[in-house]
């Protein structure tokens, strides 16, 4: 028999960065098809996953802020942004063969359809992936901490949060060659040396759920299967 995944629902965070590959903004399709590659193969085990995308290679809140635009205003581009970048992922996931929904937490109907729960909880049941678009749908908050709501609020066994980096680590391991990777972390440790996994607010929601986040890298080939197989793949944050 073929060996099993350990974890039968997930919730994978990509940031917007992700998408942008080499060039400076924007979506590299290459970068995209090359992701969507290491989706498939962990839905072809019979994962359910759900994907929240960030929106930070075309859009930030804080950048719109920072040159003199009302916050909740920039907030609300950069969750349109999240948009752009769900229907670009999920139009990748539909051309690989995969059946990719997109739910958006802000009402444009007209592009994608709302955000309902349990419809959601159906889709994942079919075998489809769902993409969380626009964030929690509120201004002030992170697409990390739509990545922790939506992981709760769909019952994910853990956040996989995607980084550049496979892991956590000691000290930055570019700079400092002695940096060691963690392999699992509590949240109280991570917390106590001010890792920065997640913001305050995806990271408070995640420990209040006991919802483990695993912080790998989606460019790693083969490293999200490792994941869903439970391999010592990536830093484990759990309670
Ligand atoms: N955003 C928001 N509420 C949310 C999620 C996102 O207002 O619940 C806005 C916020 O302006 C943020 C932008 O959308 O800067 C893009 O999301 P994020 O910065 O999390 O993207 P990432 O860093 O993952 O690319």
């Known amino acids: 028999t073929m060996p099993q995944?350990?974890?039968?629902?997930i919730l994978l965070k990509l940031s917007g960065e992700a998408l942008m590959g080499d060039d400076q903004f924007g979506i590299n399709r290459a970068t995209i098809v090359r992701m969507?590659?290491?989706i498939a193969e962990v839905t072809r085990m019979g994962v359910e996953v759900a994907v929240v995308i960030g929106g930070g290679n075309i859009f930030r809140g804080?950048?719109?802020?920072?040159?003199?635009?009302?916050?909740?205003?920039?907030?609300?581009?950069?969750?349109?942004?999240?948009?752009?970048?769900?229907?670009?992922?999920?139009?990748?996931m539909n051309k690989a063969g995969l059946t990719a929904r997109v739910m958006s937490a802000i009402g444009i109907d007209q592009v994608v359809e709302p955000y309902v729960r349990p419809k959601a909880l159906q889709y994942l049941e079919e075998g489809k992936v769902v993409?969380?678009?626009?964030g929690t749908g509120n201004p002030f908050f992170t697409t990390d901490t739509a990545a922790a709501l939506r992981g709760a609020e769909i019952g994910a066994e853990m956040v996989l949060k995607a980084t550049k980096v496979d892991g956590v680590y000691s000290a930055d391991p570019k700079k400092d060659p002695n940096a060691t990777r963690?392999?699992?972390?509590?949240?109280?440790?991570?917390?106590?040396?001010n890792l920065g996994i997640m913001d305050a607010t995806a990271f408070a929601l995640c420990r209040d759920q006991k919802l483990p986040i695993?912080?790998?890298?989606?460019?790693?080939?083969?490293a999200l299967k490792r994941v869903v197989m439970g391999e010592d793949e990536g830093t484990l944050v759990h309670v």
Request: no cysteine; charged share 20%; net charge negative.
């Open 62 to 92: 804080v950048a719109g802020g920072a040159v003199g635009m009302d916050r909740a205003t920039a907030d609300y581009m950069g969750m349109l942004a999240t948009v752009m970048n769900s229907l670009a992922l999920a139009d990748a």
């Open 131 to 134: 993409v969380f678009a626009a």
């Open 36 to 38: 969507v590659e290491e």
């Open 214 to 222: 695993k912080v790998f890298s989606i460019f790693k080939n083969g």
């Open 5 to 9: 995944p350990a974890h039968k629902r």
């Open 182 to 193: 963690y392999s699992h972390l509590s949240f109280d440790e991570a917390m106590g040396q």
